[in-house]
C-alpha cells in the first residue's frame, strides 16, 4: 500500500519503515491485548537516550475502560472523531527535572529521546500488525490535572494505535479522500549535505 | 547478542529493534556506499512529525573524505577515540524558525520530531546490517559555524555508523569491558501507568 502512495522513484526501505503512515481509519472491532501493550512500551522501554536518562512515561487507555473515556473528552475535537475507533490511546510525557525540587535539566535532549522511543514503539506497532497515528492536537494541561502528572514532567504527545481499516468506514467523502491521498515528502537533496549547508547546492 | 546482554525474561521485539544497541567498536575497514547512504536518509525523510513539517536536515562525512576531516575535531575527544573507526559520521540538525527573518516556532515539537527521524534512520541501518552510535558530546556552535548553519537552525546531535566490531579492537581493556557491560532500562512498570501517573502503584 505504502508504494502505491509514493508514485516516485526512490530506494525501497526495510518492510516495517516502507509499510509504514499514519492513518486515521481503524479498525472498531480489534482489541489490544495485555500481549501487544506490553511489546509496544517494551520497544520504548529500549530506545537509547541521552546518557540512558530514558525521560520517558506514558499513560495508555483501551477503548472501553475508564482511562480511555477519561481521556478521549481532552483530544481536540477533530481527533476524537477518528481516535475514539482506535485500539488504544496513550499519552505520551518527558521528563523535564531529576525531581520536583530540582531544576530543570539544562541540556534538554528529552523531546529528542521520546520522539525515539515513540518510533520505536511505532514500528514494532507494525511489527505486529498495528499501526500508529500520533497526535498533538489536546489540551495537554487538563491531561496533566486529569492524571496528577507531577510539575517535572510534560505530557507532550497521544497516540492513537489499532488496526488498520478500509477508508470507507468513514461516513464522509473528505475523510475516505484524506486517507487515499498520496503522501509527500521534501526530496533528500534539500535537507542532506556532503559538506557545508546549502539546500541549493545539495548533492547526495 | 542483545537477548545475551539481556538476561531477565522479557517479551522479545521485532528483530530490528532486539539487536539494535550502541556500540563504540566499529569495523575499521568498512565503508559506507552510496547505495547504502541513500537509503538510511530515505528513512529519515519518511519519518512522521507534527503537520509533516520534517524540521530535519543532516551534514554527512565519510571516513577520509574531507567533511569528516572537519568534524571529527569538534568532537569530543572522548567520542574521537571510538567514532573514528565508524565509517561516517552525521551532524543532525533541527529547524527552529521557518525562515531567517521569522520568530522561533511556538510549539516547539521540532527535537520530537528529529528524535524520531533520528531513530527511522537507525532502524534502517540495522536492516542493511550497519550499527549507530548516537552522541551529543561534541562542541555543536563550532559545528555550525564550520558548516554554515543559519541561525534558524540548531546543530543538535551526531551519529557514527558503521559495521560493528569485535570489542577486541580496542587497546585497552576498559574499553573491551564498556562493550560487554549489560545494558539496562527501568522495569515498564515504573514508567507505564494504566491510570493515574504514579509509578508507586503501576500495572501493566
Known amino acids: 500500500m505504502a508504494l502505491e502512495r509514493v508514485p516516485e522513484q526512490r530506494p525501497e526501505l526495510t ?52 482511562t480511555h473515556a477519561r481521556l478521549m473528552p481532552l483530544l481536540d475535537e477533530g481527533n476524537q472523531r477518528w481516535a475514539r475507533r482506535a485500539s488504544g490511546l496513550i499519552v505520551t510525557i518527558r521528563q523535564l527535572a531529576a525531581g520536583p525540587d530540582h531544576d530543570l535539566f539544562g541540556a534538554d535532549h528529552t523531546q529528542f529521546d521520546l520522539g525515539q522511543a515513540v518510533a520505536h514503539l511505532s514500528i514494532e506497532a507494525m511489527a505486529i500488525g498495528l499501526h500508529v497515528h500520533q497526535f498533538s492536537g489536546m489540551d495537554r494541561p487538563a491531561v496533566a490535572a486529569e492524571f496528577g502528572v507531577p510539575a517535572h514532567w510534560e505530557v507532550t504527545s497521544g497516540i492513537a494505535v489499532g488496526r488498520i481499516a478500509e477508508p470507507e468506514i468513514f461516513d464522509e467523502q473528505w475523510e475516505i479522500e484524506r486517507e487515499r491521498k498520496p503522501r509527500d515528502r521534501r526530496p533528500v537533496s534539500e535537507f542532506v549535505f556532503a559538506g557545508d549547508w546549502n539546500p541549493s547546492a545539495s548533492s547526495v
Open 15 to 66: 518492510t516495517l519503515l516502507e509499510r509504514r503512515w499514519s492513518p486515521r481509519a481503524f479498525d472498531w472491532q480489534h482489541e489490544l491485548g495485555s500481549e501487544d501493550l506490553g511489546v509496544l512500551f517494551e520497544a520504548a522501554r529500549w530506545a537509547p537516550s541521552a546518557g540512558n536518562s530514558q525521560p520517558w512515561s506514558f499513560i495508555y487507555g483501551l477503548r472501553g475502560d475508564e
